[in-house]
């Protein structure tokens, strides 16, 4: 709040918001690149980014999971997202991040991306692409300029699926 903006204009523009939801803002999705492909995660399931940190393998898991990290006293497991969703490992690089999940699904883990690419709106892309992705927790969806596909994971439910839960190969 600015300090010219007086608590009574403040709590009007709060009242005008909740009575009119489409004047509130949209959604915000992280964009990230892994597996050859451009993902959406939706930034309340983001914990924060980070560059690589060292790993140290786990003996007898599926490829997809890198290892493990210790990330400020926190032991992490790291998942290589695009090799999990079935497509290419990622690459990596200087520009290689660790996106940690959020805290408040109590699940130590992140995910290994080639790159960030940025904070887009959800009202930057149309409504779910048609056709079946494969995965019950992933869903396509298309930049409304761009024509662009991008992945959007459902963090919850990739993180409470079978496949991601047995990791022992």
């Not at 692409?129 to 869903?139: A, D, I, P």
């Not at 963090?155 to 022992?168: D, S």
């Amino acid at each position: 709040m600015s300090a010219t903006t007086s608590l009574r204009d403040y709590q009007r523009t709060l009242s005008a918001r909740l009575l009119n939801p489409q004047s509130a803002p949209t959604a915000i999705w992280l964009g990230i690149e892994s597996g050859g492909h451009s993902w959406l995660l939706d930034l309340a399931d983001v914990g924060e980014t980070l560059p690589r940190p060292a790993l140290h393998p786990v003996p007898l898991t599926q490829p997809w999971l890198l290892g493990v990290s210790n990330i400020r006293g926190d032991l992490h497991t790291l998942i290589d997202l695009g090799l999990f969703a079935g497509h290419s490992a990622a690459t990596l690089s200087d520009q290689s991040r660790v996106v940690l999940v959020a805290p408040r699904h109590r699940m130590f883990c992140g995910f290994l991306v080639d790159r960030i690419s940025g904070l887009f709106r959800a009202d930057q892309f149309l409504a779910p692409v048609s056709g079946n992705t494969g995965q019950n927790w992933l869903q396509a969806v298309e930049h409304a300029q761009t024509g662009e596909t991008w992945l959007r994971p459902g963090i919850p439910g990739l993180l409470r699926t079978t496949v991601f839960l047995n990791i022992a190969v």
